[in-house]
């Protein structure tokens, strides 16, 4: 038989539906419906991973989220996913997982002979040793050996996907309390959402047979499922993990949904909270309780009753309580061999049944010891005291291939502790349970504490085998992170005695099941050993998640080009067409400069520079921000932001502004237009457009809340083209518009509307390239026909499209600020020219006091000036540091290069920089240090080409 | 992650709003002495209790309005407009 521990008779998997799957490169068959993890028990297979530090021989251990030992990598190349629990994963055919943290297998690993040095690796055992020289020279060689799985090489081939929930009560887990608690929600009409991480409902049910309200678990279960059927008002979702409760009662979820996404993240608001998340059962602590063979009592019971497969032919339980008898008589009925139970209490009712039952029952007893390589073969015992002292002389030996634990149960309150709540120890249950919630949320069954009956717990404690002259050495706390009693008490005795410090030093609890099994028992042996009750060393912080998330549930749908999506001009497609080489700038798309064949990058922009000096050039300018402000006050509230005084600016003219935050720094610079009275145009730099909008809503909704103005962006409504150069006004005029565009009627810094056919049309004769220029807005929709048709009418003048490269080689031969490049975080306004505007003007404007405080007036500003090389082939860089001209040696930096270009109309490199107080050393020479190169420059006025400003006029 | 109650739009994640820090602050005027400037620039209230700030509906209606949010607790006591004086809490203002 394939599946030599399958078990006829129960189990809910499809018995005619084999699924083929390999597990470190061996073959074999499980059944639908089965986990990972049931196919492997069902196969016989023990040893089903390597310890994380030492490599020990590991096997299933859970059923479920708290299975320490099973990481597998699943699959491999574009979809493998490391480190999940194959108790987690559900069977399909073709399945290939391997171990992770073993070479060559997890049952012929070479790196178990790191077991062997176990006692050489206490607690603290890496920040002991590996001090000098430097943690890094040895980090690569631990990193390898202490691991986990591999993270994919390959982007992911799948979809993830996000949704927002609103719900009236979220009830998390759909075992029989939750599902009590949704129908009593559901009743009054709430709108009830219900979680549950498994792919059926139920929870306990699907494996415990006690009845309930009078009915077998299935008639139950079947029933109440029929009843929120039909209740419109209530959702399930299943294999749906609620992982982390945050502000304001928000719940997130990850779903899974094979064939549509791969996972949905929920972040799910509700107004009430339901935690039926139930119960994990603790292991116990003793020697050599890690061997492969070695589960938790309820892992084994839904192994049997939910998959139809036994952890063993003969089997021992070990108990502290009561509800390990279920399992026991589980077992029996479906024909496996219990051959003996050792319960820690002298006394229960449950062990009296049983006995009366006949099985063998050794009361006071507990496992002080195991045997077999690589599995379980035998279990040695001795009677125990109520102190849990192990009595030398009272023993016995079994022989057994399964151990089956039960040391109590500790209520899933992750999420009650999550959501900000207090937990506080119940001596009854011996566990933390719920205490005072904090926000609308409620904890029931289990996960509050509440069990059938009574579990009659014996103290939590370790099994102590001190009196059998044995060591704590072996006694496995943790198993994830391979963390063991012994380790804990070499870090008490190395004071390591708050809880929060256990963790971290002993690194109990850290691995990826967040310490579900061990815990609540670190913290009992924290408190056998510091003389204090569990309550009193207390709980470390629960945090999200619950359960590991994959990045890829995490980004959703912003992955690839969704990462940062880039805006597009109206005119994309004709950049394309006309060889634009794009580029990202602020989030848009734009034409860095237009390629024509053979030409470099310098070519290109050469090119189109000296189309614009001496003909004509266009460039798609729409991404510049476009902000309408309207109403009686306007010009007031205008005045107020700008530092120039916008009273005097005429309807139809433009003005060139600056804005400053309230520091006095500068932040934008644009072009203002006034279109009437109470109607301005406000220009921003396209990275500030939102911004601004931002700014000038805030001033005028928290400060100025008496001006009557109202602020409306149209960035994105029209579309502008600049057409520059001495050709553009014939360009311009053989459009056909009704705008009289003579020198005498346009002049330059004028704005008028007008119609160009039946599009509306806003033309503006400005210029950033330092030529006669024009600035033409047409609706969106319409800027790539306008764009075509100028290239049509420039034609005969040779107009060329451009760049911004190209912009900015004109843009810094005009010695014209760009802020952000030629501005910083220090820059005020009188350092960049705007001394005299400031001087001239009386009102208060944003940021202005600033600009007086006494860093406004240091003597030793830094001024934006121009940068010739005194040798005309030398290039000057951008950062390049200004130092004294004489100095051979290291010198302070007096300013740096802000911008630099080489120019095609002057021949030479152009710059800018930021000087300490250069607007008073025009003509002085200085030196640049460059990345260990000098070069002497001189400073110059800013404007480097035309200083006059006669080219804006040409006639 | 809060849920803010825009007084526009009702409740909305936090993610759609924008915290314009504490309310309630005075702009001095032009005349201020360069500390009044300082003080109007930098200090700002850090309780462990209630803080009164001012918020933006940014990927909303685009509204700005205050509110009292407690600082441990991340509960909103109030949401209230802009031109509205602070209100009274219990619950600590140190």
Known sequence: ?955 | MMSIDCPFCGPRDEHEFKCGMQSHIQRPALSATDEAWATYLHMRDNPKGWHFERWVHAGGCRQWFNLARHTVSHDIATVYAMTDPRPELEGGMA
Request: proline fraction near 5%.
């Open chain 1, 1 to 955: 038989m394939s599946q030599p521990f399958r078990v006829a008779g129960t189990g809910r998997v499809d018995r005619d539906r084999p699924l083929r799957f390999r597990f470190d490169g061996v073959q074999y068959t499980g059944l639908q419906g089965d986990t990972l993890a049931s196919a492997l028990l069902a196969n016989g297979v023990r040893v089903t991973g390597r310890s994380f530090k030492y490599h020990r021989a590991r096997g299933l251990f859970g059923a479920g989220c708290e299975e320490p030992n099973t990481l597998v990598q699943l699959e491999s190349g574009d979809r493998t996913e490391p480190n999940l629990k194959a108790t987690q994963v559900a069977l399909y055919d073709g399945l290939v997982a391997r171990s992770v943290n073993t070479w060559p297998s997890a049952r012929f690993d070479l790196l178990s002979v790191l077991r062997h040095f176990k006692a050489l690796m206490p607690s603290g055992f890496y920040y002991k040793t590996f001090i000098a020289p430097n943690w890094h020279w040895y980090e690569w060689l631990i990193r390898a050996s202490a691991g986990l799985g591999k993270s994919p090489r390959e982007a992911d081939p799948d979809r993830y996907d996000k949704r927002f929930e609103a719900v009236d009560v979220l009830v998390v887990g759909a075992g029989p309390a939750g599902i009590r608690a949704a129908l009593a929600h559901a009743g009054s009409g709430r709108e009830v959402l219900i979680v549950d991480d498994q792919p059926a409902a139920g929870g306990s049910l699907l494996y415990d047979d006690t009845l309930i309200d009078g009915a077998t678990p299935e008639r139950w279960l079947a029933a109440q499922l029929a009843r929120l059927a039909t209740m419109d008002n209530v959702r399930l979702l299943l294999r749906c993990t609620a992982f982390g409760y945050y502000d304001h009662n928000e719940i997130q979820a990850v779903q899974f949904e094979p064939g549509v996404v791969r996972q949905r993240l929920l972040h799910i608001r509700a107004h009430e909270v339901i935690l039926a998340t139930g119960a994990l059962e603790r292991p116990l602590v003793f020697p050599n309780n890690d061997r492969p063979g070695i589960l938790l009592a309820h892992a084994a019971l839904k192994y049997l009753r939910q998959y139809g497969v036994s952890p063993g032919r003969r089997v021992v339980l070990a108990t502290n309580n009561d509800s390990a008898y279920r399992v026991a008589r589980a077992l029996r009925a479906a024909g496996i061999d219990v051959v003996a139970i050792l319960d820690l209490r002298n006394t229960s009712a449950a062990q009296d049944a049983a006995a009366r039952d006949g099985f063998t029952v050794h009361a006071g007893a507990a496992p002080t010891d195991t045997r077999g390589a690589p599995a379980l073969s035998r279990v040695r015992w001795h009677r125990v005291n109520a102190a849990g002292q192990a009595q030398v002389g009272q023993d016995g030996d079994i022989t057994c291939d399964a151990l089956l634990v039960s040391g109590g149960w500790n209520p899933t309150a992750h999420l009650m502790s999550q959501s900000g709540g207090s937990l506080r120890f119940d001596d009854a249950l011996q566990a933390f349970v719920p205490h005072r919630a904090v926000q609308q949320q409620r904890s029931v069954g289990a996960a509050n504490g509440e069990f059938e009956g009574s579990l009659d717990v014996a103290r939590l404690q370790a099994v102590d085998v001190s009196p059998l002259g044995q060591t704590a050495a072996y006694s496995w706390v943790d198993l994830a992170s391979d963390v063991t009693e012994g380790d804990l008490r070499l870090a008490v005795q190395e004071n390591f005695s708050a809880v929060e410090h256990l963790k971290r030093y002993t690194t109990t609890g850290m691995m990826t099941d967040q310490g579900k099994t061990s815990n609540v028992n670190a913290i009992g042996v924290l408190g056998s050993l510091a003389g204090k009750a569990p309550g009193d060393v207390g709980t470390t912080k629960f945090r999200p998640p619950f359960n590991p998330v994959t990045f890829g549930a995490v980004a959703g749908r912003h992955v690839g080009p969704f990462y940062h999506p880039l805006r597009q001009l109206p005119t994309d497609h004709l950049q394309h067409l006309a060889d634009a080489v794009m580029e990202d700038y602020g989030g848009w798309s734009r034409a860095a400069y237009f390629r024509r064949p053979g030409e470099s990058e310098a070519e290109s922009v050469a090119r189109e520079v000296n189309a614009v000096r001496h003909g004509v050039g266009m460039l798609d300018y729409s991404p510049l921000g476009k902000i309408m402000v309207h109403g009686p006050d306007a010009g007031e509230f205008l005045n107020r932001i700008y530092v120039n005084n916008l009273k005097t600016l005429k309807t139809g003219k433009c003005r060139y502004g600056l804005m400053l935050n309230e520091h006095g720094i500068v932040i934008d610079d644009g072009i203002v237009t006034r279109w009437d009275d109470s109607t301005y145009q406000v220009g921003t730099t396209s990275g500030q457009a939102q911004p601004v909008v931002d700014m000038l809503e805030e001033w005028l909704q928290c400060e100025w809340v008496d001006l009557d103005v109202v602020v409306e962006p149209v960035g994105t409504q029209w579309s502008t083209l600049m057409v520059a150069g001495p050709k553009s006004r014939q360009v311009m005029a053989r459009l056909g518009l009704d705008i009289d565009l003579s020198a005498e009627a346009f002049a330059h810094m004028d704005a008028r509307q007008g119609w160009l056919g039946d599009v509306p049309v806003r033309l503006a004769r400005v210029s950033f390239t330092g030529e006669l220029g024009f600035e033409i807005s047409v609706p969106w929709s319409f800027a790539a026909s306008l764009w075509q048709r100028l290239i049509e009418l420039g034609e005969p003048d040779g107009l060329v499209p451009f760049g911004i490269e190209s912009l900015m080689v004109m843009r810094i031969e005009k010695g014209f600020l760009h802020v952000g490049s030629d501005t910083d975080g220090t820059t005020m306004p009188q350092d960049v020219g705007f001394g005299g505007v400031i001087a001239n003007k009386r009102a208060d404007f944003v940021g202005r006091r600033s600009t007086m405080t006494p860093e406004g007036l240091r003597g030793d500003r830094k001024h934006l000036v121009g940068l010739q090389a005194v040798d005309p082939r030398s290039r000057i860089a951008v950062g390049a540091h200004v130092i004294d001209a004489s100095t051979k040696a290291a010198a302070r930096s007096q300013g740096w290069v802000t911008s630099a270009a080489t120019s095609p109309t002057l021949g030479r490199s152009v710059a800018l920089a930021l000087i300490e107080n250069g607007a008073e050393r025009i003509g002085e020479i200085i030196q640049l240090f460059d990345d260990g190169r000098r070069m002497p420059a001189r400073i110059c006025n800013p404007s480097q080409f035309d200083p006059a400003g006669d080219r804006f006029h040409v006639h």
